[in-house]
């Protein structure tokens, strides 16, 4: 189904993928350089949900089996924190990086099928539950040991059809499904709690047959822990994880738009100037 | 009826059999280890409860949840299963239709999703009668759309769609289904069949209008008409060849559907008449852009519609422009156990 073409993954899962990552928040600091690169080319984009889910991408990547464990992102805006990583840790040539989004680049802004690294990415929004749950299911008829990551935006919860899959990946106890997600509080038209009242999510998901788990989603080493605790939960693990589109980037105007956020070339000069410096520091 | 090779077809009252479909699913799956079965709680409604009988390991009852079953039918097809997805027409495409054009169509997996309760045969009311689906679906990219006729057929679908690359929509009648063709029949995907051979009209029928269409040939040739009956169970993609030819050899052009009259077989012979310059006049029978409504029988409801014998040889006698009232079509008796078209 994926043809992203030569040179680069098909999906994380598929055997004789490889990849390491050393130093996690060296990572989830480049993803955030990376992902101002990559928006600066076209004067704005998805960054603000980069800055939020760096430390979740980071730490995925660190916790994942190469070659066996799924990764699935529901939001398909958020591709562009995974294939700065996926650059970053040599999954993918970085040279492609740079035509991200543009016209015959197989790097599309929104996630398509053509999207490599993922199982399962979702467009349209609110899918990618049901898709992870599918996929756990075919893993335990196969008898195939592999656990599948879903990362879920918070505006997601909105859609019926989460709730849906949510039930249904608890009735069935498919244990090996970890959810991550990004409790940003931003969609399109405004923060999340000023549109719908999602929360408390931490309960919906509990009463859903869910090990809930709420926590910083900055603080890597905290995520990570989950992460790899969610492993020995006897029920589907939902990763609560609170975070904000500006963080990590001290230069964003207070007013920006966290969902498409505008970089200008003076503010993404600033920006670049901003993260460069953050992550030699890290490197130090 | 007729006298053309492998495609003899019975004299009504048609004996009728139960759950061909689930028989014939249950049959596949002893062969095919790599075919699953999704319900939507709609599992004896639908048939599967023979396979839920034969193989509860591979049963999956989703719920009523058709969003959420469609996307882990497609994950399931992703992983290299066959997924039959199982509940009535109008909820297998209008509440997921998002998921099945972005989840099944767009990656074009191998889910088959099978939609019970054509058009009016069902006399719930609007939001049991699936009388958009399959225009629906044949606007799908890659869909392959399905509208069987009997229980010969019923019976063979599954075999006959398992290894189609692409998704498919089946759409099947509930209940006791009638055995129109004979037991040497085969559906085959990429023909429609000629039935009868007649220079007046050519008669595409689909689903359970062929029933009345046959009746109506009949009742025409008693008055000196003759009529090209053709059985069209796949609607997309289209016979277009076998559509244009026995169109441009007849004087009228006449669709039958179990459906509205737009964006269905209708839709698609004009398509192809069009395309082909076969300036036949055409005339859609089926659901003229309304809803229907609740009521006690199905019968009551094709008669009411315009989806019975009668409305079919009244569309023929007026389509040739005859001369006088058109025909009584008159009405087959039937026994217990036994269908005949209104």
Known sequence: VNSPGDGFAVRLSDPGTHWQVADPDRLARAIRLRAVQMVAAHGYGYLGQALSCAELVAALLAVARPGADRLVCSPGHYVIAFYAAAAEVGLIPEHLLGDYGQDGSPLEAIGTERSPLFDYVGGSLGQGLSAAAGFALSDRLRGRDARTFVLISDGELEEGQVWEAAMFAAHHRLTSLTVLVDANNSQVDGPVDTITTIEPMASKWESFGWAPTELDGHDLPAVTAALVAARQASRPAALICRTSTRHGLDCLPPDADGHFIKLPPGLAAAAIAELTARLERASD | ?342
Not at chain 2, 51 to 58: A, E, G, M, T, V
Not at chain 2, 177 to 205: C, E, K, W, Y
């Open chain 2, 1 to 342: 009826v007729t006298d053309l090779a492998h495609q003899a077809v019975r004299q009504p009252p048609y004996p009728t059999v139960l759950k061909p479909y689930g028989q014939g699913l249950v049959e596949l799956a002893a062969r095919r280890a790599d075919v699953l079965c999704l319900s939507g709680d709609l599992t004896r409604q639908c048939e599967v409860d023979l396979f839920q009988q034969s193989y509860p390991d591979r049963f999956i009852n989703a719920g009523m949840a058709e969003a959420n079953m469609i996307g882990i039918a497609a994950a399931l097809a992703r992983c290299g299963h066959v997924p039959f997805v199982h509940t009535f027409g109008v909820f297998a495409t209008r509440r997921p239709l998002d998921q099945i054009i972005n989840a099944v169509a767009y990656p074009a997996l191998p889910v088959r999703i099978v939609g019970f309760m054509p058009g009016i045969s069902s006399p719930g009311g609007p939001s049991h009668q699936a009388i958009d689906d399959v225009a629906l679906m044949r606007c799908v990219p890659g869909m392959t759309v399905i509208d069987v006729a009997d229980a010969v057929q019923a019976r063979q679908a599954c075999d006959a769609i398992v290894d189609l690359p692409g998704p498919v929509y089946l759409r099947l009648r509930r209940g006791e289904t009638p055995v129109i063709f004979d037991q040497h029949h085969r559906l085959a995907l990429d023909r429609a069949d000629v039935l009868t051979s007649g220079a007046d009209v050519a008669l595409f029928a689909a689903g359970m209008m062929l029933a009345p269409s046959l009746a109506a040939a009949a009742v025409l040739a008693r008055h000196g008409l003759g009529v090209s009956v053709v059985s069209v169970p796949v609607i997309k993609p289209l016979d277009a060849a076998t559509v244009a030819r026995v169109a441009s050899g007849c004087r009228v052009v006449l669709t039958a559907e179990n459906h509205l009259i737009t964006g269905g077989l209708g839709s698609a012979v004009a398509e192809v008449l069009a395309e082909c310059g076969v300036a036949s006049p055409l005339h859609r029978i089926g659901l003229r852009d309304t809803f229907a409504e609740g009521a006690g029988t199905m019968r009551y409801l094709f008669g009411k519609y315009g989806q019975s014998t009668q409305s079919v040889v009244d569309a023929a006698w007026q389509a040739l422009a005859m001369a006088g009232a058109p025909p009584a079509s008159g009405v087959v008796a039937v026994g217990p156990g036994e269908y005949s078209p209104v």
